[in-house]
């Protein structure tokens, strides 16, 4: 096994794949988010800022369709973050972003890709910010916590 595609195991961890939990993470949290942005805004379009909280929530709501396709790319990048120990959460928003806007410009950005960039750029952040969390929470020796590191006396 390649030390990039294995996370480091301490004895009795319960999660044998922790990016099992992040995944679930995205793809229950995601809609679950969608739907609450839904029920604020309450279905009324008064201005373009609630249209675009409305789409915002219509984005996370579906992220489950589309979210498969960036976490391809955002698993081997937080498993090279996390080897390199940098995977802390402004990395995590900055990659978030970043696929996030790229895959929706790409995907959804027929009409207007500006517009579907920010918004997919946003719902990325959120997305890679509840992927990072749910690792932090449930596997925090993988961020180096709790990790007995050796001292060469001095």
Do not use: K, N
């Amino acid at each position: 096994m390649h030390v990039l595609w294995t996370p480091p195991t301490a004895p009795g961890d319960p999660v044998a794949h922790p990016w099992l939990v992040g995944i679930g993470a995205v793809w229950i949290g995601g809609p679950a988010l969608g739907a609450v942005l839904g029920v604020i805004t309450g279905g009324h379009s008064i201005s373009d800022l609630m249209t675009d909280i409305q789409l915002l929530g219509m984005i996370l709501l579906l992220s489950p369709m589309f979210s498969w396709i960036v976490l391809i790319v955002m698993l081997p990048t937080s498993l090279i973050c996390a080897r390199a120990e940098c995977a802390g959460w402004g990395v995590a928003l900055c990659f978030g972003t970043g696929f996030g806007a790229c895959g929706g410009a790409a995907i959804l950005g027929e009409t207007e890709p500006l517009r579907m960039a920010v918004l997919t750029g946003i719902a990325g952040g959120v997305l890679a910010l509840l992927f990072w969390g749910a690792l932090r929470l449930f596997y925090p020796i993988y961020f180096g916590i709790g990790r007995i590191t050796e001292t060469i006396p001095s």
